[in-house]
């Protein structure tokens, strides 16, 4: 018993033993350091800079934008939103964007458990502001070609916008696209009852989400 | 023995962790990263149904003579037709058949506004099921109506009604709109 204490104790005294040595050796190291800086003297250069921002804002293109689509949708009807995608920050933004849509709740319009059916999204760019009869007065590009919302509804599966070039913030900042989204139905309703699982008679509330990126970085010598 | 062993492992691990603070924070504050700007735009939606029943859905035939159904669109979406899947049971004796009319207003004294209504099909008879399709557009909770008229009944036989509704060809036309 009396040897175990005497055991423990020296072990401990030779583990404060160990600290004490390594934190002299450690304030040795800094010290020397310093002592080392002051001998060398210093020079000061001084430089100002600023960072960047990246902002990414949704403005209605023409319309009031992503709003209650309002009475149900049939298969093949589309509704037609029109947003500018606006790069109000200081830096310009990479080429391409990508987009996501979650719904709330998740059913069968937007998880993919009727297999084939369920809502849809495109997308399409205008060189200049769209009508609200869905007309482009310039050059139209389609950025997304119609995708099944159950393929896109998180944010790991996202999916790259094409041919959207770089938002530079000082111009061309506003890209103005129309987003169409469309409900995709096969199934056959017998006897006044729809089949299991259906698309029928289910709200949901969309979120599209629009990332873009930063530019790449650059080097500068002055 | 071990506790010696212990308190060195502790000792040098805090020495470690000490002269880690002074060289790793320079490198972590030198790392670049990449920045992405994000955005949200919502909009709520709801879906329509599509559904059709009809009443009574089985009729019961001892003699010759027309009898009428009525066809409700439950849905919530106008139709532009409706499929009928008409069956006709095998009776004890003779073999009958049978042809089926649509009317937009209710049968009186088996007439359709005074004519005949509008053919669905041909002539059915004992066998298999047929499908036959009314283009007879529906409007939300509005009605057709059936009439269902035999020939050469002289047992018991059964026909029986169903609906079934397809919606690449049975819906309103598309809507496109735009806000």
Known sequence: MSQHRHTRMKAGRHGKAVVAGLFAMSVGLLTTAGVYAALSGVATGSEAVTSGTLNLTLSPDVGTSFSNFTGVMAPGDTDNVYVNLNNTGSLATAAGMTLWVAGTPANALTNGTAP????????????????????????????????????????????????IPSLVASTGKAAHVQVSLGLVATETSTNGVAPTPTIQGLSTTLAYTFTEQQRVGTATNQ | MHHLHRSARRAAATAAIL?????????????AGKVSGTVIGSESVASGKWLATVSPAGM???????????????????????????TVSTPASGSPTFKLYTCTVAWSSNKCSGGAGTQVGSTFSKGPATTVSSTVAIAVGADEYLQVEPTGVTSSVTVTLGTSINPATQLRSPIATNH
């Open chain 2, 60 to 86: 019961t035939f001892t003699t010759s003579t027309d009898q009428t159904a009525t066809v409700a669109n439950t849905g919530t979406i106008a139709l532009s037709g409706i499929s009928y899947k008409v």
């Open chain 2, 19 to 31: 002269l880690c603070a002074v060289f790793v924070a320079p490198i972590h504050a030198g790392a």
């Open chain 1, 116 to 163: 084939g059916e369920g809502l849809s999204v495109t997308a399409t760019q205008c060189s200049v502001a769209w009508t609200l009869a869905g007309v482009c007065g310039g050059s139209t590009t389609p950025i997304l070609a119609t995708t099944q919302i159950n393929s896109m509804n998180t944010a790991g599966t996202a999916v790259g916008l094409s041919n």
